[in-house]
């Protein structure tokens, strides 16, 4: 088997970062499912069963190698990478603290970085690799209440590309999963008044499962999607559409 071939067939080392809940969760265990050997890293434990359980905050690079270590010492290089975790500290922009912006930042953006500078490494090696960034459609929309949030996730778009091109000519893609609203733990705190107001923009009039972002997610990773890279998959019922 070529290099090209072994690019996303099944049976790899994928990471997922936030994999205990919600969407990452669902990525993870679609992983699991299709037969890849699979790490998930969070703050707090509880991978699905049939992954390596990392800690790592990614807010801290020093726990990013590290993680990354433990997780070639166990399984061996890091072949797709889903930046997945990631916050929200939504208000409005004027009272918007220092914090309530770099922590978010910090988290889903400069986090971010942190995974993929370390998961190149190895990818470079390996000279194949698959990068999935999750963002969201509010990174390409903006969201009134998300200044900091938005401007996290529209930078996975140009982080993206800029490895897409940086790393293509080694058989690495990288893409980006822009999910609409998604039934999580991070969309719970939503008032009904602000659910309905959602779900009447969008086409499909329904929130997505996170089962349905892992299925763009896996089909990113897969070899059908071998000459897919830069890309920006909206999976969002429509309500980004256009953008
Ligand atoms: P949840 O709030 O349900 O889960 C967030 C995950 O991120 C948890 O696993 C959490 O793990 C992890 N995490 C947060 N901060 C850190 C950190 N500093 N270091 C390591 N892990 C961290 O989120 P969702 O599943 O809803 O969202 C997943 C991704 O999808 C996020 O990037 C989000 O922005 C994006 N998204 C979500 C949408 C939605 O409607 N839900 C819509 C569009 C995009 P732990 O707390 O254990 O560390």
Not at 68 to 91: H, Q, R, S
Request: net charge neutral; with cysteine.
């Amino acid at each position: 088997m070529t290099d090209t071939a072994q690019n996303g067939a099944p049976g790899r080392i994928v990471l997922v970062t936030g994999g205990n809940r919600g969407i990452g969760r669902a990525i993870a265990e679609a992983f699991i499912a299709q037969g890849d050997r699979v790490a998930v890293t969070t703050r707090n434990g509880g991978a699905p069963d049939g992954a390596l359980d990392v800690r790592c905050d990614i807010t801290d690079a020093a726990q990013v190698d590290a993680a990354f270590t433990t997780i070639e010492a166990e399984l061996g290089p890091v072949e797709v990478l889903v930046a997945n975790a990631g916050i929200t500290k939504d208000t409005l922009l004027l009272r918007m603290s220092d914090e309530d912006w770099s922590s978010v930042i910090d988290t889903n953006l400069t986090g971010s970085y942190r995974l993929v500078r370390r998961a190149a490494k190895g990818m470079l090696k390996l000279r194949r690799g698959r990068i999935v960034l999750v963002s969201s459609v509010v990174g390409l929309l903006g969201s009134a209440g998300q200044v900091n949030y938005a401007a996290s996730k529209s930078g996975l778009v140009g982080m993206a590309r800029s490895i897409a091109r940086e790393l293509g000519s080694r058989s690495i893609t990288a893409n980006v999963v822009a999910p609409g609203f998604v039934e999580t733990d991070m969309t719970e705190v939503l008032s009904d008044e602000q659910r309905a107001a959602v779900k009447g923009q969008v086409p499909l009039g329904r929130y997505a499962r996170p089962e349905e972002v892992a299925g763009a997610v896996t089909w990113l990773a897969s070899e059908q999607a071998a000459y897919v890279t830069g890309a920006v998959i909206p999976v969002d019922g429509g309500l980004g559409m256009g953008h």
